[in-house]
């Protein structure tokens, strides 16, 4: 395993982190709590020492399943990193979406992230996880109703307390990055990054180069797309939001398994799979700090973290560009 330091700060992540989005259950069809808590120990005997989760995620339920798992760990070397901002229980700040709880019940997700909400927030993450310091705390997404600054001040105030470690964003822009930092000194911004979405080197990934903050890249699979198990007909259940995106359609579905077939025997050569080979790709990616990777069972987050051993030549990465830059899905 691989471990980067995360921008300017002292905190290091594992270059494979731990996903615990699927282990929360919550748009992934239920949860096996004993399976996760597993696969969760078992990537860590193979050097995933970091794991991101949030409260949304399940509702609660995700934490409470990390907060179980690293009581058999030791906690100093685990870096734990959870959000806030993305609310349930609440109609104040911007409503998102809708959604149904694990129990089938239908809830209402707002972005929110006023003061004491966050303040709230971090004193139930805390206890839900089982620890009393967060290594890295992270708005989820952006609250428009509520100012950065006040939303950042109390971040700042958590850190002055001991109660989090380092400050990060998710899927902030530049803009917002950088109003966020006139209050606070960010360590990352966690974003979507994959072979077939790449919009954010055109401007976060030059930022974040430029001043030396770390990107934690999720959705590395696009979903499911780039772990080459989609086929055109690919029928989607109840409430999977991917039905209605661009990528999932029969057709780029197909191109996509093409632009992968011609990629896959640089896997084979080297006795890895094609997950393994995205993985490693992602991570050799020019900014990117660490591939977040989730898992809801020991044989899949195993075969995860032993991407983080692959070794991808210069040449490969080439020839593995040259294959994404030849793919034209769908747009509209």
Known sequence: MQYRKLGDTDLELSVVTFGAWAAGGWMWGGTEQNNAIEAIHASYDLG??????????GQGHSEKIVGE???DLPRDKVQILTKY??????DKGKFYFKSKDNDGNDIDIHKYAGKEAII???????KRLGTDYIDLYQIHWADPTTPISETMEAVAQLKEQGKIREAGVCNYNVDQMKTAEKTIK????QVPYSMVRRDIEEEVVPYCIK??????AYSPFQRGLLTGKMSPGYEFGEGDTRANEIYYTDENIQRTNEMLEKIKPIAEEKGATLPQLVIQWTIQQPG???ALVGARTPEQSTQNAKAADLKLLPD???FIDNQIKELELETA
Request: proline share 2%; charged share 25%.
């Open 288 to 290: 990117i700090t660490i």
């Open 48 to 57: 995933v020492t970091s794991i991101d989760t949030a409260p949304v995620y």
């Open 120 to 126: 709230k927030e971090c004193e139930e993450s805390l």
């Open 69 to 71: 798992a690293i009581k």
């Open 186 to 189: 960010l360590a990352s911004n």
């Open 211 to 216: 001043n030396n903050k770390g990107i934690l």
């Open 316 to 318: 490969e990465i080439k």
């Open 85 to 90: 901002g993305l609310r349930w229980d609440t």
